[in-house]
């Protein structure tokens, strides 16, 4: 069981947006920033979003984050088939002292 | 550019020990601390734990412990994890990840990931 829950999976058309969500407690999303991981088959995980909602350089303004409370969700909107992919959501434990995933979700884009 | 190069997968029997290597180019080595994570069959990503590149000084992540060792190799700017006494359920593949600019937790750098197996 990840500390973190995601959505399992979500889909989408082409050019329609998705939302992800991420639901944590105070000892994690409630007290610290949030980072959001694009995760294509065979590739390395890439960072998408940190410090809640800011993208590095080279990621695309389809994606964004945002954050309430202790939860955060990531949009992307116009949705293209190189969108497909597992997306996770991570931060720091307190209480853990440690780095949390979500369980990660399974972008289709129909 | 940051760029993190693994070694490549490895086969092992149970009992056995693997040593992975995350060769870092395109920044100060000892600037970023690296994390280590693992994905498991099927699984989603577990973080592992850090090692300050500055001191050496490892952080192990719950069931880390004992078995798993972070290690550094400074003139040649790699890191290094380390698992002894391999169990099926270490096959795994393991990345290492690269402590975000600032003192936040992200990781802004990944490597391609190194697939351990272990089998008899």
């Known amino acids: 069981q990840s500390v973190l829950t995601q959505p399992p999976s979500v889909s989408a058309a082409p050019g329609q947006k998705v939302t992800i969500s991420c639901s944590g407690s105070s000892s994690n999303i409630g007290n610290n920033y949030v980072s959001w991981y694009q995760h294509l088959p065979e590739t390395a995980p890439k960072l998408l979003i940190f410090e809640n909602n800011k993208r590095p350089s080279g990621i695309p303004d389809r994606f964004s984050g945002s954050m309430s409370g202790t939860s955060a969700t990531l949009g992307i909107t116009g949705v293209q088939t190189g969108d497909e992919a597992d997306y996770y959501c991570g931060t720091w434990d307190n209480n853990l002292s440690a780095g949390v995933f979500g369980g990660g979700t399974r972008l289709t884009v129909l | ?120």
């Open chain 2, 1 to 120: 550019q940051v760029q993190l190069v693994q070694s490549g997968s490895e086969l092992r029997k149970p009992g056995a020990s693997v040593k992975v290597s995350c060769k870092a180019s395109g920044y100060i080595f000892t600037s970023y601390a690296m994390h280590w994570v693992r994905q498991a069959p099927g699984q989603g990503l577990e973080w592992m734990g850090w090692i300050n590149t500055n001191t050496g000084n490892p952080v192990y992540g719950q069931g880390f412990t004992g078995r798993f060792v972070f290690s550094l190799d400074t003139s040649v700017t790699t890191a290094y994890l380390e698992i002894s006494s391999l169990k099926a359920d270490d096959t795994a593949v393991y990345y290492c990840a690269r402590h975000g600019s600032g003192s936040y937790y992200f990781l802004d750098n990944w490597g391609q990931g190194t697939l351990v197996t272990v089998s008899s």
